[in-house]
């Protein structure tokens, strides 16, 4: 994480109970339609890279999104 000018000091992954992943692929997909273009350049990429895939999945009522990653950081 030092590109974006944090040290990383804990990482933990809390994964999501398989009841919950189409919710999980539901909030993503209204999230990544609520954040306006050009606001947020980490959230455009990602739009760019999933978001036609996430539909996809949804759709299908799969989901490859499992869980949550939280990261503790220090500014550099």
Do not use: W
């Amino acid at each position: 994480m030092t590109s974006v000018g944090l040290q990383v000091l804990a990482e933990d992954r809390i994964p999501t109970k398989p009841s919950l992943l189409p919710q999980m692929n539901d909030l993503h997909l209204l999230a990544l339609t609520d954040i306006p273009k050009g606001l947020s350049p980490v959230v455009d990429e990602f739009r760019e890279k999933h978001f036609q895939k996430l539909q996809e999945e949804y759709q299908r009522g799969t989901s490859t999104i499992d869980g949550f990653i939280c990261v503790v950081g220090r500014k550099v």
